[in-house]
Nanobody
Framework: QVHLVESGGGLVQPGGSLRLSCAVSGFTVSGNVMGWYRQAPGKLREWVARIGRGDTTEYVDDVKGRFTISRDNAKNTVYLQMNSLKPDDTAVYSC?????????WGQGTQVTVSS
């Protein structure tokens, strides 16, 4: 069975940092496209970052230069390092794999940026 489990969210002050983790079971993250999404209160879910098969990365404009997506193949885990956090980054963050085996999401982890 496929499972994606996020962790690492929490409350952080503006300007602070968090690292989110997405632990995957049921398939290997190596060579697969993995993404991070977020949904803020009262807003639609939006795509945040993606890491491709060749470890190419893409980001929504709002997080470029602040967020970094990466993966550890040995731990079968995908990360989202978030720096210089802003109150507008407050959301539930979820990881996703959309591929030939199906469309899988984690349950999400809450990130709150507030003083």
């Amino acid at each position: 069975q496929v499972h994606l489990v996020e962790s690492g969210g929490g409350l952080v002050q503006p300007g602070g940092s968090l690292r989110l983790s997405c632990a995957v079971s049921g398939f290997t993250v190596s060579g697969n496209v993995m993404g991070w999404y977020r949904q803020a209160p009262g807003k639609l879910r939006e795509w945040v970052a993606r890491i491709g098969r060749g470890d190419t990365t893409e980001y929504v404009d709002d997080v470029k230069g602040r967020f970094t997506i990466s993966r550890d193949n040995a731990k079968n885990t995908v990360y989202l390092q978030m720096n210089s956090l802003k109150p507008d980054d407050t959301a539930v963050y979820s990881c996703r794999h959309l591929g030939s085996i199906g469309d899988y999401w984690g349950q999400g982890t809450q990130v709150t940026v507030s003083s």
